[in-house]
């Protein structure tokens, strides 16, 4: 019987277990597995360079998963996937759905050009609990508050969908004349990195990992110990969550399974505050330029060179802040505690006191 040959896109989903793009694939045919990096805009801001790295060491893995299967190429996905569905004999394109404004354009695009190639398109949800759209008040708008966002629409709405396994089996499309991880360029020419690198695994196998660890030490006593950037005690899944290297439903079904306390209660809001940043973005394609309440367009924020040198640089003289871009700076990571402090003082008051 000739099979399908299909790409699974990988994107923001770089992982096999629980991958329902990948796992669709894998049942309908042969897959080509391929990534691309689109430094031509795609994106609406390019990834800063902890991001590259952590991609870099994320993608090595993913491939190693794939058995050095990954097709890795850089350009614009508008132009490179129809050249692949010409080279290859594509007869479908799967991928996790990207819920931000520009990702959501793309896709549009995306979608329009394979069809009209007479290429089926299959896109999935991999990366939210809840999609934007799943939840809403009763008078069907949508809701701009968090509390009654979490409790009353995604905890009354469908509960999440389960985790599924990685494929059983995978059969690939034979490529030719694969391009390396290496030659995307992902780091940095200067080894500022290696520091950073020290605190972190990454990989799907390291993101299991970082649960198991953070449920059997750090859990117990979450809601209060989080509060503390000095305890060390928050999950730290966010860059793994971010590179889909876990899912939000695996985390959310782990959780699930321990006995329910105001921890776990706790804990998985966190997850909420996650879904709700994306559901506000989808609702309010501008939030990243435009104030979601009119009255901070009052704000007064300045520009000062200078100020903001010396925030970003860990010397403002004010400890807790200093101490968070120091951490940032030498782990890649901020505990959340530090970032809501930083944008209190990066208020009116803060940068006065600077001058
Ligand atoms: C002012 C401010 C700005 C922030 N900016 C960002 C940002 O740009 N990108 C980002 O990923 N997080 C941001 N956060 C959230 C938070 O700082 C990080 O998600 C957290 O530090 C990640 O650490 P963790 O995985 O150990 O978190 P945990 O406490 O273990 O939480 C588990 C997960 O829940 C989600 N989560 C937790 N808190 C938040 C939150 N406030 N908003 C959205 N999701 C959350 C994250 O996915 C996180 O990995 C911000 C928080 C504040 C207060």
């Not at 409790?151 to 059983?168: D, E, F, M, T, V």
């Not at 200067?190 to 750090?218: P, S, T």
């Not at 968070?324 to 990066?346: A, K, V």
Request: with cysteine; charged share 25%.
């Amino acid at each position: 019987m000739i099979k399908n040959n299909i790409i699974h896109w990988f994107r923001q989903d770089l992982r096999l277990s629980d991958n329902p793009a990948l796992a669709a694939a894998a049942v309908s045919g042969n897959v080509l597995p391929v990534f691309i990096l689109d430094e031509e805009g795609g994106r609406q801001k390019p990834l800063g360079s902890a991001s590259r790295c952590w991609l870099h060491h994320s993608l090595l893995y993913l491939s190693d998963s794939l058995k050095n299967n990954l097709l890795v190429l850089m350009g614009n996905p508008l132009q490179v996937i129809p050249k692949l569905v010409k080279q290859y004999s594509i007869d479908a394109v799967y991928w996790n759905r990207c819920y931000e404004p520009w990702a959501i354009d793309h896709d549009n695009q995306l979608t329009s050009l394979l069809k009209n190639m007479g290429v089926m398109v299959e896109a999935h949800n991999g990366s939210l609990l809840w999609e934007p759209w799943e939840v809403s008040k009763k008078d069907g708008t949508h809701y701009k508050v968090f509390t009654p966002f979490y409790r009353k629409g995604c905890l009354q709405a469908i509960p999440p969908q389960k985790p599924i396994g990685a494929p059983k089996k995978i059969s690939y499309v034979k490529r030719t004349n694969p391009k390396t991880i290496d030659q995307l360029g992902l780091l940095p020419d200067e080894d500022w990195h290696e520091g950073m690198l020290k605190h972190w695994e990454i990989g799907e196998k390291a993101a299991k990992k970082r649960l198991k660890q953070f449920v059997k030490q750090d859990i117990r006593d979450y809601q209060d110990s989080r509060n503390f950037p000095s305890k060390d005690s928050t999950s730290r899944l966010s860059p793994h969550l971010h590179w889909g290297e876990i899912s939000p439903h695996q985390i959310w079904q782990h959780i699930k399974k321990l006995p329910n306390n105001q921890n776990t209660d706790c804990f998985l809001s966190e997850l909420g505050w996650r879904e709700f940043s994306y559901s506000l973005l989808y609702f309010y394609p501008d939030l990243n330029k435009n104030n979601l309440q009119k009255k901070f367009d009052k704000f007064p924020w300045r520009k000062n060179k200078k100020n903001l040198s010396a925030w970003q640089s860990g010397r403002t003289g004010y400890p807790f802040v200093d101490a968070g871009m120091r951490e940032l700076w030498q782990t890649g990571f901020m505990h959340e505690s530090c970032s809501y402090d930083h944008s209190i003082l990066l208020g009116e008051e803060f940068v006065n006191s600077l001058e």
